[in-house]
């Protein structure tokens, strides 16, 4: 069975500031992807990683994947307020798309 | 047409009550999907659509009812829920490769009273 964990699941950054989140996962997978929540909201696509040693950027945020290690990070650079969100890891695996338990992300002044 | 479109935004049901939620998508997706999700939880796959035909049902209570009419559109009918049932129900679609991630609707906020 897919096990997908995230650390930490809370976190609260000085804007400014760097950060990196971590997700592991238990089985064999190449398809990872990261997602942004905001309370009451949907999920939304941020990054999807394909193969070992992607590495995508996007603003502040960037992800990598390294297949081998079944880990991926999603490093954020000089926090702002508006990265405040949960954000979610989710593997591909005999079962689509499970979930890691999420980050709560706080980036206050 | 990116988009996965989810009705109704809201629903407030009695336990003895009968709905829908709908998800229609335009992408040319293949295969679709319905999660639940319960407050600061994360989503949790209930049932996978593949070709119109159902090819994944994890375990989900029959008063879950899902139904894949044709390639854009999947519905849940609900019926005699309970409260616990309340949660943020998210449909999302993908192609058959998953290449380009899974896109998820807006979500329906159902309540059971």
């Known amino acids: 069975e897919l096990k997908v964990e995230q650390n930490p699941l809370f976190l609260s950054m000085q804007e400014g500031k760097n950060y990196t989140i971590y997700c592991n996962y238990s089985t064999t997978s190449d398809r990872l992807y990261w997602y942004r929540q905001d309370p009451g909201k949907s999920l939304e696509s941020l990054f999807v990683?394909?193969?070992?040693?992607a590495v995508k950027q996007e603003g502040r945020l960037m992800a990598s994947l390294d297949t081998k290690a079944r880990l991926s990070t999603l490093h954020i650079t000089a926090a702002v307020h508006d990265l405040s969100a949960t954000y979610f890891c989710a593997v591909d695996g005999n079962t689509p798309l499970v979930f890691g338990k999420g980050t709560r992300l706080s980036v206050i002044a | 047409d990116t988009e996965v479109t989810q009705t109704p935004k809201h629903l407030v049901m009695g336990m003895t009550n009968k709905k829908s939620l709908k998800c229609e998508q335009h992408m040319g997706h293949r295969a679709m999907y319905w999660y639940k999700q319960k407050a600061k939880k994360p989503p949790e796959l209930m049932f996978v659509y593949s070709y119109e035909k159902l090819s994944i049902n994890e375990s989900v209570p029959s008063r879950f009812s899902p139904e894949c009419p044709n390639s854009s559109l999947l519905n849940l009918h609900l019926h005699a829920l309970q409260p616990e049932d309340s949660a943020l129900y998210l449909c999302?679609?993908?192609?058959?490769?998953?290449?380009?991630?899974?896109?998820f609707g807006s979500g329906t906020r159902l309540t059971v009273v």
């Open positions: 999302a679609s993908t192609r058959e490769d998953r290449t380009t991630g899974y896109t």
């Open positions: 990683l394909l193969s070992n040693g």
